[in-house]
């Protein structure tokens, strides 16, 4: 982890926190060499995120849940947050959009604040599963500063219901010492005909209807997010013919990636730099025909037993001190320029995290309207069963 | 004899073994060992979401496996009396209560619960003698234990009858001519004859709630128990941190086995 | 027995209303459940019929290979083990399923895989075979995964077992493999066919197994079950494969315990005598 000079290393600080855990040390040793402090004092300034919020200042009660995906926060900030607000982060971890609204829909979740991806905000607003924001009380949300691409899906019918938080796209990694004389892929139609040839029961796709029936429409060109029944029977065509090619029909796969049981899977961002990092064979690739291009989100939903943590957390974790090194911790790029500005050049030089513009813009936001076509589902299950 | 049960706890700590291994792996990565490391161990230990996780995990576990082996254990016992209809209802609720798939005692439980949970709690307030102390039923741990409990119960009436319907009727008969109370009765002679059934009841319940994602991740409101953290895990990657999670329960539980069972040896051979 | 019938009742009977009622009716336009009264769920069952195949081949399966394996295993800790060592010895088969099946299932990942047991056997020259997500790969995690549920009810049934009774069965000149039908094997009857049972409806909504080892290509009624509850969220339908399962799981074993209680019925005689 990059240690940046601006903020007390994270080392120093969980080491400080531990020792006042213990009792070794008072709240007041604490606070001072943290930095954190001058936060609780009327003057505060140090503690990002607070400063400006002068009602974050009164009890805000003693806990917030945050429902979120796994290793997507610095756990040292909560640390800081409860610190400094009295509140702890209950963190509920959560695999996919789809299990979210699951248990939203099924109710008693007991969420605070949640993180649902672009294409969920239209069905949360239309089962009116969550709250429309009130910014006054997000000082750190400066709608100028963010690439408006990103930050657009979280306002429904102008109301933003949801601010942004992590952004990323879903490619492919492809293991290229496995390749031979092929020359590297770099386009989904050539991602379908290798794993039906060369690579023959070396390839994984996800099992997830979105991203499999997605990547299986672009060998066609056809756009990720079709629902025409025509197209989308040409891709269950290609599938169904893939099937006996494919290792495994598993969203789980970097274990078999770095085993080398597989050679080629569909991948999303953070997996594709992480395996990248440790196995530099293996490379991450953006099909030329396009793809999925993803925004992850903060949002309150209806009901939310405190809306007050709830609030200050969301501007806590947007300040762009705190947000930089959230983003330094996770992998994941803000769509904020003001984070940016704090992240070092290698990060914002790697092709993985930042990719080519051409690339970018080939590629579509998952639609809200392939979340809950029938047809796509009934593929799917077909596809498994078959 | 002997070389097969050898060979069969073999296969069943083989893989044990392989995550031990991993637990000690520089890298952090489940399948890919890259050099020798106790960093995770450290990180799993001080990693609050973990820890708070697994205190969850045991509580419940507990709990739920204690409640349901005692009430299991009872039901078992006062069904050798009952007959005709209300017996097959009990039996046929029994052996439904393991039927249905976690997945669907899960959704279902938990939408039953939150109609009935916004049944009750304004009935609540409005009976409460206090103004705005009323208790308010919500879902957690409570929920937990009695969703995992129903299933653990289940588990336990199934296993106990099937050691009670060899038992022999005629001691308890006997102790009870010779006098003995009800409760002295079942003490000194049924108890004993039913305690391995009991035994394997009560493990095989803790087991299955310490291990069970599904059902927790609806009905344990925003509670989080060790399978959910490690279940969500897998779409950003599992860190060898879990396999010494894993490590160290085991390690734990061993060394507690191992230490009863030398005090027990150590008991015996006094009294003999 | 009264605190049990109340447990069945509030957290049984209320979500098995609930399971009926969704079966009835119809996906809401964004997923969930919408209210209504047709039978269309029930008519569209035919759509999960391979799963059910599946289900129905290799749960009957998992569930033999089960007990061949563990009735050895529990014969030789209820009978053979020495007394001082058998309750540790039980707890020992249980104690591995204390870390989370997750990771179980990634040892098996790892041991099934390129770098497991396959390189082993290639570097003695038996060849590489694939073995992970095969179905060899998905029954050797069912007997992993489920040897417990099955050596327990069996070795309780055979630790109340008379050792006086093999005795008196050798003094009398009976050879062991008669003693062993007529005397233990007879007696173990009730904890084989608890445990078969058990093992088999677990298997029927199993997951995880087919899911982690199957590489997702062995498709269960429960995988269908969890598509159509977490992922495409047509409650309606997943309660109506709910009840559907729960139908054929409640026949097969009224059927199965008739048999087993009329065969074990008439061996009873046989021991008693």
């Given amino acids: 982890m990059t240690d940046r000079k601006d903020f007390i290393s994270r080392e120093k600080f969980m080491a400080e926190l531990w020792r006042y855990k213990k009792g070794s040390v008072t709240r007041r040793h604490f606070l001072g060499v943290t930095g954190l402090g001058l936060a609780t004092s009327v003057l505060g300034s140090a503690v990002p995120g607070l400063r400006r919020a002068a009602w974050a200042q009164q009890n805000i009660g003693d806990r917030v849940v945050l429902a979120t995906w796994p290793n997507y926060h610095d756990p040292a900030n909560f640390e800081a947050f409860t610190a400094a607000t009295g509140a702890a982060v209950d963190v509920n971890v959560f695999g996919s959009n789809e299990e979210m609204l699951a248990k939203l829909q099924a109710g008693g979740s007991g969420w605070d604040v949640f993180v ?63 390749l031979g004389s092929l020359p590297k892929p770099t386009t989904w139609k050539e991602f379908w005909d290798i794993t039906m040839a060369e690579f023959s029961g070396r390839t994984m796709v996800h099992d997830y209807q979105l991203t499999t029936i997605g990547n299986a429409l672009k060998y066609y060109g056809y756009s990720f997010n079709s629902i025409d029944p025509n ?102 790029p803000t769509a904020d320029a003001r984070v940016d500005a704090l992240m070092p050049p290698e990060v914002l030089n790697d092709p993985i995290l930042y990719p080519a513009q051409e690339l970018l813009d080939a590629l579509e936001f998952g639609a809200a309207v392939t979340l809950t076509d029938p047809n796509r589902a009934e593929l799917m299950a077909r596809f498994k069963s078959a | 004899m002997r070389t097969y049960a050898i060979a069969v706890y073999l296969f069943l700590y083989i893989p044990i073994g392989v995550i031990a291994i991993f637990s000690f792996n520089a890298g952090r990565h489940a399948a890919q060992f890259q050099g020798f490391s106790t960093q995770w161990y450290g990180k799993a230990l001080s990693n609050p979401f973990v820890m708070e996780a697994l205190q969850t995990s045991a509580t419940v576990a507990t709990v739920s496996a204690a409640l349901a082996t005692v009430a299991g254990t009872l039901a078992a016992l006062a069904l050798q009396g009952v007959t005709g209809r209300p017996r097959i209802i009990f039996d046929a609720l029994i052996y439904v209560a393991v039927m249905v ?49 129903l299933f653990a119960m289940a588990l336990v009436v199934i296993i106990v009858r099937a050691r009670v319907s060899g038992m022999d009727r005629s001691l308890i008969e006997a102790s009870a ?55 969500s895990s897998i779409r950003r990657g599992v860190t060898p941190e879990i396999n010494a999670i894993g490590t160290m329960v085991l390690a734990a539980s061993l060394v507690v086995l191992i230490a009863a069972q030398a005090i027990l040896q150590r008991g015996r051979r006094r009294e003999t | 027995m009264a605190p049990a019938t109340a447990w069945l009742l509030a957290m049984l009977v209320l979500p098995l209303v609930v399971v009926v009622v969704f079966s009835f009716g119809e996906r809401a336009a964004a997923g969930g459940y919408s209210a209504a009264f047709t039978f269309e769920n029930f008519a569209n069952l035919g759509t999960r019929w391979a799963a059910f195949q599946n289900t129905l081949m ?14 050895p295993l529990a014969y030789y800790l209820a009978i053979k083990a020495d007394a001082r060592w058998r309750t540790l010895l039980l707890i020992l088969v249980i104690v591995p399923f204390w870390t989370s099946i997750l990771i179980r299932s990634y040892a098996w990942i790892y041991l099934l895989g390129g770098q497991g047991i396959p390189k082993l056997l290639s570097t003695f020259g038996l060849g590489n075979p694939r073995l992970i997500n095969t179905p060899f790969a998905v029954l050797t995690g069912i007997v992993y995964g489920y040897l417990p549920l099955m050596v327990f009810p ?120």
């Fill in chain 3, 58 to 71: 290799l749960a009957p399966a998992g569930t033999i290979l089960c007990l061949l394996i563990a009735y």
């Fill in chain 3, 154 to 273: 069996i070795y309780v049934s055979l630790e109340r077992l008379d050792k006086r009774l093999l005795e008196a069965s050798a003094d009398l000149g009976s050879p062991p493999w008669r003693s062993f039908l007529q005397v233990t094997l007879p007696l173990s009857m009730p904890g084989v066919a608890t445990g078969c049972m058990l093992v088999f409806i677990l298997l029927m909504g199993e997951f995880l197994i087919p899911a982690m080892l199957g590489g997702g290509k062995v498709f269960f009624v429960g995988n269908a079950l969890v598509d159509l509850f977490l992922q495409s969220r047509n409650w309606p339908f997943g309660a109506a494969v709910a009840v559907a399962l729960v139908v054929v799981m409640l026949v097969t074993v009224t059927l199965y315990m008739r048999l087993t209680r009329r065969w074990a019925g008439a061996r009873d005689e046989v021991a008693l005598m």
């Fill in chain 2, 101 to 149: 798939p976690g997945i669907v005692i899960g959704i279902s439980t938990l939408i039953a619960l939150v109609t009935l949970f916004d049944f009750l709690n304004p009935v609540l307030s409005a009976l409460w003698p206090l103004a705005g102390a009323a208790p308010k039923l919500n879902l957690g741990t409570g929920t937990l234990i009695a969703a995992h409990g």
């Fill in chain 1, 116 to 178: 649902p991806t672009n294409y969920t905000i239209t069905t949360y607003v239309g089962e009116s599963l969550i709250e429309p924001l009130d910014l006054a009380k997000i000082p750190n949300y400066d709608a100028a500063s963010y690439n408006q691409r990103f930050a657009g899906p979280g306002t429904v019918d102008g109301t933003v219901y949801a601010v942004p938080k992590n952004w990323g796209t879903t490619g492919f990694a492809v293991n290229t010492s496995q």
């Fill in chain 2, 177 to 231: 001519d010779l006098g003995a109370t009800p409760w002295g009765t079942f003490r000194q002679v049924t108890l004993p004859q039913i305690a391995p059934a009991i035994l394997a009841g009560f493990l095989l319940s803790f087991t299955f709630s310490f291990d069970d994602f599904i059902i927790a991740f609806f009905v344990a409101g925003s509670e989080t128990t060790l399978p959910i953290y490690v279940f």
């Fill in chain 1, 231 to 332: 197209e989308l029977a040409d891709a269950e065509k290609l599938l169904i013919e893939a099937k006996p090619h494919l290792f495994a029909i598993s969203s789980d796969y970097q274990p078999s990636m770095r085993s080398g049981d597989a050679w080629m899977t569909i991948c999303w961002t953070g997996d594709g730099k992480q395996m990248n990092r440790d196995m530099p064979e293996i490379e991450y690739v953006l099909g030329k025909e396009g793809g999925e291009l993803w925004s992850d989100f903060y949002a309150i939903p209806k009901g939310a037993p405190h809306v007050d943590a709830a609030y200050a957390l969301i501007n806590f974790l947007l300040d762009p001190a705190v947000n930089a090194r959230e983003s330094l911790f996770h992998g994941y």
